[in-house]
């Protein structure tokens, strides 16, 4: 979940890659300033809570890859369905 001026702050950025993104690397990063700060004690505290992001960005990932498949198919199927009404 993102505050409203959170969002509106990703919603600024000119980057090249999908914006969804970028509460992933947000949160990991602040998962790691506060492990060299002490405020997580141990690696394997940092990897339980890393996988949260991580599974969340793949499913993502996933997510987004098979919508551009279905969205490509889709446009091939009509220029097939097109051809062969010529």
Known sequence: MMLP???EIIEKLHIHYNK???P???AST???KSRRQGLIKDDFAVQTILDVPT???VNLYCKNRA???QQSNNKTR???VMKNAR
């Open 5 to 7: 001026n959170e969002q």
């Open 20 to 22: 969804y993104y970028v």
């Open 24 to 26: 992933f690397v947000w």
């Open 30 to 32: 602040l998962v790691v």
């Open 55 to 57: 599974t969340q960005s």
């Open 67 to 69: 919508d551009r498949t």
């Open 78 to 80: 009509k220029r097939q």
